[in-house]
C-alpha cells in the first residue's frame, strides 16, 4: 500500500500563505504514485525541490521580519533538507520501492518539520504579536 499525504488541520499554522504552500507540498508528494516512468517521477521531484526552496525563502523572510531568535537554526534544517532532497533526487527510481522510500521520506520530513520545526516559529509569531498589542 502507498503513502498518501492527507492534509489535516492539525498541520494549520496559522500563516494562510505558508499553510498553502504546505498544502501544495502534499499536493506534489500524492502526484507520485508508485509506479510511473522514472523520467515524470524526476520532473516531478524537481517541481517538488522548487517549491520546497521557495517556501523556505518565503519563510525565513518572514521569521528575519519578526526576529525569530532561532532563524540561524531553522535556515540551517532548512538548507539540510534541501541537500537530502538533491541528493534522492540524483538515484534512480526504477522500482517501486524506491518511490516508495522517496514519499517516506518526504512525508517524515513534512509531518515532522511543520509539527515541530515551523508551529514552534509561529507560537514565537504569536506571543510577539500579543505582546505589541
Known amino acids: ?28 508528494a500524492n502526484s507520485l504514485p508508485e509506479v510511473l516512468d522514472e523520467r515524470d517521477i524526476k520532473q516531478i521531484i ?4 522548487k517549491h520546497v526552496h521557495e517556501h523556505f525563502v518565503d519563510e525565513e523572510k518572514m521569521m528575519k521580519e519578526i526576529g525569530y531568535p532561532q532563524l540561524a537554526e531553522h535556515r540551517k534544517i532548512h538548507d539540510e533538507l534541501i541537500t537530502r ?7 534512480s527510481f526504477d522500482d517501486d520501492q524506491a518511490v516508495y522510500e522517496f514519499k517516506k521520506f518526504i512525508y517524515d520530513w513534512i509531518i515532522e518539520h511543520i509539527m515541530n520545526v515551523d508551529k514552534g516559529y509561529f507560537r514565537f509569531a504569536q506571543e510577539k504579536q500579543g505582546n505589541n498589542r
Not at 524537481?46 to 525541490?49: A, D, T
Open 46 to 49: 524537481w517541481r517538488m525541490f
Open 85 to 91: 532532497l538533491s541528493d534522492i533526487s540524483t538515484r
Open 1 to 28: 500500500m502507498g503513502i498518501q499525504f492527507l492534509w489535516d488541520n492539525t498541520y494549520t499554522i496559522g500563516n494562510p500563505d505558508l499553510d498553502q504552500q504546505h498544502k501544495r507540498i502534499f499536493e506534489l
